[in-house]
């Protein structure tokens, strides 16, 4: 006798929550649950690891079925032409990087940059280089830091560099840190456009003093208060008085396909044009843009 898809799945579930009730009255004795914790921490480790190998092979296909969209250059956006010598991003989803709409939240803020000089930029948390070489490319007169503490982000982005033209010379400097006595080593009489994601570590970095020290100064900071609670409060207040500040608010990933207007991805399903976009950040992030107060 056939079952119906749905009345099967009620059974199933009604039958894993007797098994859970079962097993939680079964091992709140804690001379049983000395017995049973080895094996549920084994089936838990190969629970977890087949759902990462599943995942895994889903992005594969997702990937395989969507490549054509993409190819080995960023093909719109800001650093359109960047070449990309790896199909692999650290610490975001590459995708949007390839389709050019990665953090589109900042385009008009990078207008408003690309229009200046800068005698250096500094991108600290460059990750594979996408920032630090793209800024190369626009500004090919100024000194270019990309700082990581990551050893792998410092090996991709001279990979990117190099793809691109761009030589780790005194021009373009891949470097581990930037620290505040860094930035307080800066010429201040000079404009610098700082650009920053370092994941918390910005309440520490952006003090008072290198805040004045950079009075002339651009700054685009991402914000984590998910890690460091009230960090966009404490740096607007900091730099209050010698900027003015513009607070931009991330997309959430469900929302990104409104915004975006690349033709290509508008003709596939909604889903997968969600899917295509996302950034999966883990909660609704902001940035500051922060450009000197004219005297």
Known sequence: ?????????????????????????????????????????VNADIYISKKNEENAQAQRLFFEKYKHLISDEV??????????????????????????????ELNESLKKVFQKTYSSILDIGCAEGYYAVGLARKFPDSIIYAA??????????????????????????????????????????????????????????FSDAVINHLSKSDFIVELHDFTSPGVSDLLRSRFQNTHSIDLIKS?????????????????????????????????????????PKKN
Not at 23 to 40: D, E, G, I, N, R
Not at 153 to 180: S, Y
Not at 277 to 284: C, D, F, G, N, V
């Open 1 to 41: 006798m056939k079952v119906n898809y749905h009345i099967f799945q009620l059974m199933k579930r009604q039958l894993k929550r007797l098994v859970s009730t079962v097993l939680m009255k079964f091992t709140s004795s804690k001379w049983v649950w000395s017995f049973y914790k080895p094996l549920a921490e």
């Open 148 to 205: 990581d503490i990551n050893p792998e982000a410092r090996e991709k982005t001279k990979v990117m560099a190099n793809a691109n033209g761009i030589a780790d010379t005194d021009k373009f400097r891949v470097i581990a840190e930037v620290t505040p006595d860094f930035l307080l080593g800066l010429d201040p009489s000079q404009r610098h456009l700082i650009f920053s994601d370092c994941e918390g570590y910005e309440s520490v970095l």
């Open 251 to 291: 997309i959430d990933d469900i929302f990104r396909y409104r915004k975006i207007n690349i033709p290509e991805i508008q003709k596939i399903p909604l889903s997968d044009q969600i899917s295509i976009l996302a950034e999966k950040r883990p909660t609704q992030m902001e940035w500051i843009f922060c450009e």
């Open 75 to 104: 093909k719109n956006g800001p650093f359109q032409g960047l070449k990309y010598p790896f199909f692999s991003s650290l610490h975001s989803t590459l995708l949007p990087k390839l389709l050019g709409c990665y953090e589109f």
